[in-house]
């Protein structure tokens, strides 16, 4: 039986999308089964680039218009600078080559990594499945997570 | 023997709050054993809500101040916005019917979550054990955790 | 043979780099063998306090300066009021007589917790190995990480 690695991406930060992407794609390059659970602003990279997010009464909207969310969306957890410390962090990876995180998140779907979208988080913020990428894979709360984890030789919280 | 979880809570943020506890609360209805190691900011989830903090010296008292605490005075991680976000969080969570960090925190408690407060904290930042609700079961450092954490099958830094 | 401990410090914060040192130098001090992963921000805990981290290209430059690093330089997760709270923070541990960062860096070093810094990020920051202090054991990628937190106790990410 495979080894199992979990992690939850609570974070919506591009930087930490990053890690996370970056681990899951490590270990399952070395056999490894892996599951990203998605929750709070985390579903932010399982959201779709184009179109706005649907969602009912004015103050989900607004919640949802500020965290439209999706890979190129996502802003930095540190020097995000009104999106110029994003800006520059973009250059400097393209200019290593480094993949994007929506390059990352298609590598990793590619490589076998599972994604699953909290639907804890999707109750309470109003969001509905259209609202996400077909590359998410279920939709599921703690108990999920929770029975993974416990076989999980590596559970980590991003 | 049952299957331990620890997680460490060293955010105070609302939202990180509600997932740790969702996540003690989870695990412990399948019958895991789960500590939870507030430390560092994380000890503001442990704070009473009413009056304030005692402590000795202006900038502790300064700190303090700042630092409240108490489940009803804890902010967003994201979109704070000075407590404006925090307000339509806790109004989109009470749509839903979601229960409050408060009542999250009496849940994990009930359920046999055990809550520990890092001593190495309270220390550094002058607070003596009446600034603590009474569901703290126990007052420990580092080594109670990596004991703890040990033999744990799933543990999270949060 | 020894029981693991692996840290992914992502987080350059100085409160969280205090956490992440206090959990290695206790892992060590009961026998446990500890590696610590210094990626992205968290890669500033671990630059010369001296100097300017010598860089090619305007933006790199740019995000080197802000970013500069070194125990000293490291600001906190929360209150960091253009470094108020970190001036603040720093005299309360003065004052209980807690550690520095950059002592616990020199105990965990002593004790033989391993520093590893993370050569993808090295690779995007643009950054070479003469910006680092000499305590860094070694420079290494996923793979590494991978191999060691899998046999890990507690893999945690800070």
Known sequence: MAEKMTLIVFSG??????????????????????SMFFTFWGLNVLKKNEGATKSKGIMRKMLNFMNRGGTKRLGLSKFHMFGMGKWMMGKLMRNVKSPSVQELLIMAHQSGVKFIACTNTLGMMGLDKESFIPEVDSYAGVATYLADAKDGRINLFI
């Open 13 to 34: 930060d591009m930087d930490k999308a990053i890690a996370a992407f970056n681990l899951a794609i490590g270990a399952a390059s070395i056999g490894m089964e892996v």
